[in-house]
């Protein structure tokens, strides 16, 4: 038998509860033994609650027990999550987390101490909820050099630009009808100013790449400034808006970025509404593969984390291979990256094509006092020297 503890008795760590309890059988058929979950910390009390019969108050419980080899942190935030991670892989207990701000704050060290305590520390729930993303890209996709990562990362903000797409509402009313639903926070801002994604971005693409990528290296733009006029010209376009977490390892370098973007029916994520996430990624060798469902949620966030814990009860005292180095990547500086635009020009076509070489207008009845249109290549720096006041705004096409 194998004894695990979980930290934080949230919606994330009662639905582990509820997965580890609920497929107890299947489980010790796939691991050869059974799991038994021996602890639940939290400070709360939870009457008439099954977890009330291995409920714990004192993380030191779970420390100094030496049964318990595997460890799972759903907790969230930083403090006390990385405190009581650390101690536990430094007395030599492996940790499953959903924690992606954790991961992406100190990933790389926690990492390295699971290293040398010869366990894990495992984190697949921590972008794209229940998606094997990190799986794919530290294990399955190792033979291929990955060229590039696309993702919708976060569902709240997918849902607000679905519903503005597809409904015409504007961003706040869109944003309003999410919290009601429960699909964004009363405090959104980590959502629609792009820092959820940022983070998830950064852990996928340090995976892809082999080096560290700190998240706050990571150009950063949210969907605040999205309005319909920018929803009816993505329509005539036979296109859509979506917040993508991006990254790509081009011969200039390595670059990350998280914005709005245009994304054409060619492209995979284009079908990807409402609170779904996706990510795409691009091999060298596979090619195109898309991975795509439930970004969140109590059991599918709790799938992958009883994934880990299998994973990490399959190798208890020996620790899992992967090319996330310590070293951290310098990135490209942003003004180098290359996109095609979409532009809002308040003007003429003369004015356009002065600045930007030859064009095709996008003219909307309902606002006759500008035009869009699709610059062609370039790199940013170049937009900026190109674009003059009459630019109303832009937006990169994916």
């Given amino acids: 038998m194998v004894s695990a ?10 639905g582990v509860f509820k997965v580890l309890t609920m497929n107890r059988e299947l489980i010790r058929e796939r691991v050869g033994e059974e799991i038994r979950v021996k602890y639940v910390l939290d400070l709360r009390e939870f009457p008439g609650d099954p977890v009330t019969d291995v409920l714990t108050h004192d993380f030191n419980d779970i420390l100094n027990d030496p049964d318990v080899k595997i460890v799972v942190e759903t907790m969230g935030g930083l403090r006390p999550s990385y405190d009581f991670t650390k ?18 704050e100190h990933g790389v060290e926690l990492r390295q101490i699971a290293k040398e305590k ?38 709240t903000t997918n849902y607000i630009l679905t519903q503005m797409m597809d409904e015409g509402r504007e961003f706040a009313d869109a944003l309003k009808e999410a919290q009601a639903l429960g699909y964004a926070e ?32 990571v150009h950063t733009e949210g969907i605040t400034a999205i309005d319909a006029a920018d929803m009816a010209y993505a329509k005539a376009l036979k296109m859509k808006i979506r917040l993508l977490a991006a990254s790509g390892n081009t011969a200039e370098g390595v670059w990350a970025m998280v914005a709005p973007m245009l994304v054409g029916r060619k492209n995979m994520l284009y079908n990807v509404d409402g609170v779904l996430n996706a990510i795409l990624v691009h091999g060298n060798a596979v090619g195109d593969t898309l991975f795509y469902g439930s970004g969140a949620g109590s059991l599918p966030t709790a799938s992958a984390v009883a994934g880990d814990v299998i994973s990490a009860a399959r190798h208890l005292n020996r ?44 003219r909307l009845p309902s606002l006759p006092d500008e035009f869009g249109f699709v610059t062609p290549v370039m790199a940013e720096k170049d937009f900026k020297a190109a674009a003059t006041d009459r630019v109303v705004k832009r937006i990169r096409i994916a």
């Fill in 5 to 14: 503890a979980i930290m934080g008795y949230g919606t994330v760590g009662a």
């Fill in 319 to 362: 620790t899992m291979a992967s090319d996330w180095k310590a070293e951290e990547m310098e990135l490209m500086p942003l003004d180098e990256v290359k996109h095609a635009f979409f532009v809002r020009f308040a003007g003429t076509e003369e004015e356009a094509r002065a600045s930007f070489g030859e064009i095709t207008p996008v």
């Fill in 118 to 155: 010869n366990v894990n520390y495992l984190f697949e729930a921590s972008c794209g909820g229940g998606i094997p993303i990190i799986h794919v890209l530290d294990s399955a996709l190792t033979a291929d050099e990955i060229d590039s990562v696309h993702g919708i990362l976060n569902g």
């Fill in 87 to 104: 101690r536990a892989l430094l007395a030599g207990k492996a940790v499953c987390t959903s924690n992606k701000e954790l991961v992406a």
């Fill in 186 to 217: 009363r405090n959104p801002e980590a959502d629609v100013e792009g820092w959820d994604a940022c983070r998830k971005i950064a852990i996928l693409s340090s995976l892809a790449y082999g080096k560290h990528i700190s998240y706050k290296n």
